[in-house]
């Protein structure tokens, strides 16, 4: 989480995530992933791609508990990016499975992990997701 200065708070007075070569993408609300549920990821590196939700509530990495995996491939620059279904946001890149290889092109299933955007947002009072 990052407190915004003031001086740029404007940027950040909307509810699009970013989705190169298409629309931006506007939230209208926030869900919990489920196995299987369809979904897209924005990342900085790798842009806007889509795929299912793999497994959830994972805790292989225990500071991070209560992670979902998708099949999307991110390349390290992705992290932080937004996972959503639909227009429904779903969670946050952390890591991926493809970060250290640096590409997308090789025999290893893709694997992002994310987290919740329901824990971020149980977890830090005061902190809202703008919808239209």
């Known amino acids: 989480m990052i407190k915004i200065d003031q001086n740029f708070a404007k940027r950040f007075e909307n509810n699009y995530v970013r989705a190169p070569g298409q629309d931006p993408v506007a939230i209208t609300g926030t869900a919990d992933p489920v196995e299987g549920m369809p979904v897209c990821m924005s990342g900085r590196v790798t842009g806007y791609h889509c795929g299912t939700v793999g497994f959830v509530d994972i805790d292989t990495i225990p500071l991070w508990p209560s992670?979902?995996?998708?099949?999307?491939?991110?390349?390290?620059?992705?992290?932080g990016g937004a996972v959503l279904s639909g227009t429904t946001a779903l969670g946050i890149a952390v890591r991926s499975n493809k970060a250290i290889e640096g590409t997308c092109d090789s025999a290893t299933v893709p694997e992002v992990t994310a987290t919740p955007i329901t824990n971020v947002l149980a977890g830090t009072p005061g902190l809202k997701i703008r919808t239209n």
């Open 67 to 79: 992670r979902f995996t998708v099949n999307i491939c991110g390349l390290g620059g992705d992290s």
